[in-house]
């Protein structure tokens, strides 16, 4: 098969990839497990927030609300975004903390509440008061329908022609005649351009290429739902979180999700919570609410995946023509897939930025494999 562009990885990143990338060329989507966004992408909070601490990556966020809020027509039936807020609290003497989360906020263009502790109860009733004296509201902080997310990026690309591959292991990658040949057993794809989104594992796709890794280092978190209490109504709860970043709460359709807010460094592969991590989350949880969780519905983990500066990374460097990197957004990956992927898109082209992302702020240098600190970088 002969494309014009072959992606590896079909987590979000690549799947927004392949959306926007199709709509200049055709497209192959190459994911080994049986179904797209099998790790990361579905074994997540599912929040759209731009309380993000990392630079760019909080513009990224800021430049995908638009999409999220407003999708192309035809891209789904129904709203990719629910209302649901984003509590962040804290006690006496995190103050600065929370002023910074709240700036943070603010440079995003985001309403940003600093609430005192009457108010933090008044949203969470169930924190413990004397645990808490203050807190930053995000009003405007979403859940995510991830799924109508990554399906509507799939049927997108797939509309425009995209071949999308699954149950794909590819075994090799080599470099010819001015293509990239990706080989698995029994077939393979050759592509001028070969963007590697794949995720946890995009230092592995380098290596097999015979190029230098850009540093990814996946962190597992671990996370579990559990039943619900008579005497609260979760309903109109927002999204909870210690500025201390122990533990946090969200509201789920019939039960709550827990999670220590654990980010692990680990190896790229199949991860599972571990039973020390859900009893911590457990244990901080109960200090600093009223809510008894006894024993979890359900619990899982899933890889967040970085490189040394926490910011994204999309494009190509020098030593690798036509090879682009899609990688390294962390737990935002799903919240920030509609810039990402536009970003790409242009970079790929030989385009400059798009002006949503440009006018914020963001640079194709901010965003290189080549920028400063990384592995690969200079």
């Known amino acids: 098969m002969k494309v014009d562009v072959v992606i590896v990885g079909g987590g979000i990143a690549g799947a927004s990839a392949a959306y926007f990338l199709s709509q200049h060329g055709s497209v192959a989507l ?5 179904h797209f966004s099998y790790h990361s992408s579905g074994r997540t909070a599912a929040q759209f927030t731009v309380g993000i601490g990392a630079p760019t990556m909080r513009r990224m966020a800021q430049a995908s609300r638009s999409f999220l809020e407003t999708p192309p027509e035809g891209f789904c039936t129904h709203s990719i975004l629910t209302p649901r807020g984003c509590l962040t609290v804290a006690k006496a003497g995190k103050e600065g903390v929370l002023r910074r989360l709240q700036d943070n906020l603010a440079s995003a263009g985001a309403r ?5 502790k009457e ?35 799939l049927r997108g690309a797939k509309a425009r022609g995209a071949s999308l591959l699954t149950r794909t292991p590819i075994e090799s990658i080599r470099r010819e005649s001015g293509a990239w040949i990706v080989g698995w057993q029994g077939g393979e794809i050759a592509a001028p351009i070969l963007v590697n989104a794949a995720g946890a594992w995009a230092d592995e796709v380098s290596r097999m290429a015979g190029l230098a890794p850009i540093g990814i280092v996946p962190h597992r978190r671990t996370a579990f739902t559990f039943a619900l209490q008579k005497e609260f109504d979760t309903r109109s709860w927002p999204h909870v979180g210690s500025v201390d970043y122990n533990w946090y709460v969200k509201p789920e359709q019939g039960c709550l999700m827990g999670s220590l807010s654990d980010a692990v460094p680990t190896q790229p592969g199949d991860v599972y919570p571990e039973d020390l991590d859900v009893a911590q989350a457990i244990e901080n949880i109960e200090a600093e609410t009223r809510l008894r969780i006894g024993r979890p519905l359900s619990q899982w983990a899933g890889l967040r995946s970085f490189v040394a500066d926490r910011n994204p990374v999309a494009g190509s460097r020098p030593d690798a023509p036509g090879f682009f990197w899609l990688a390294g ?18 970079l790929v082209a030989g385009h400059d930025l798009p002006a949503h992302l440009t006018e914020i702020g963001v640079s194709a240098r901010d965003l290189s494999p080549s920028r400063e600190g990384l592995v690969g970088g200079a």
């Open 329 to 346: 957004q962390g737990g935002c990956g799903i919240l920030t897939s509609p810039a990402m992927g536009q970003a790409l898109a242009a």
């Open 30 to 34: 190459v994911e080994r497990e049986e």
């Open 119 to 153: 108010a933090a109860l008044a949203l969470f009733p169930a924190l413990v008061a004397e645990n808490v004296d203050a807190g930053v509201h995000e009003p405007d902080a979403m859940d995510i329908d991830v799924d109508l997310l990554l399906q509507g990026y």
């Open 112 to 116: 940003a509440e600093y609430l005192d």
